[in-house]
């Protein structure tokens, strides 16, 4: 079931680039950041209520909450990044870069989690790496 989570994730940040590119036209990107952000909390915060989610909220270990705060200032660094970077470039070169983000993923990965690679994803992560530069150029 991963999987299919993870080609909506694909379809859904594909189609945020593009969107996100015809909204920012005239906005500040750190504005279009901050209504993005509330966005996404207004449908999180949605949908962990609608599923009573909501309580599990308390059972959030001090572990958990500092790396999830972590992950959460990580994340909005990169939107700002991301909708910086929109402002000023095509789509079609920044979306590419921002994948990188895979190939970053599998070295941290590696490093910080102790997961073990296997030469398809070696050779997957060096033809994100080279495909991107192919892009970009």
């Known amino acids: 079931m991963w999987k299919y989570y993870a080609l909506l994730s ?58 999830l705060v972590l992950s959460g200032i990580a994340t909005g660094l990169s939107w700002i990044m ?16 921002d994948k990188l983000s895979v190939a970053v993923a599998i070295g941290l990965s590696v490093i910080f989690l102790n997961e073990t690679v296997d030469w398809k994803t070696l050779v997957g992560a060096g033809l994100i790496i080279a495909g991107t530069i192919v892009l970009i150029r």
């Open 10 to 67: 694909a379809l859904f940040a594909g189609m945020t680039a593009v969107l996100a590119k015809i909204g920012i036209k005239g906005v500040p990107s750190n504005v279009a950041t901050a209504v993005r952000t509330l966005v996404v909390l207004f449908v999180a915060s949605g949908i962990i209520i609608a599923t009573g989610e909501i309580r599990d909220i308390r059972s959030i270990g001090r572990r958990s909450l500092l790396f």
């Open 82 to 97: 991301y909708f910086k970077a929109l402002e000023l470039g095509p789509v079609s070169k920044v979306a590419p870069i």
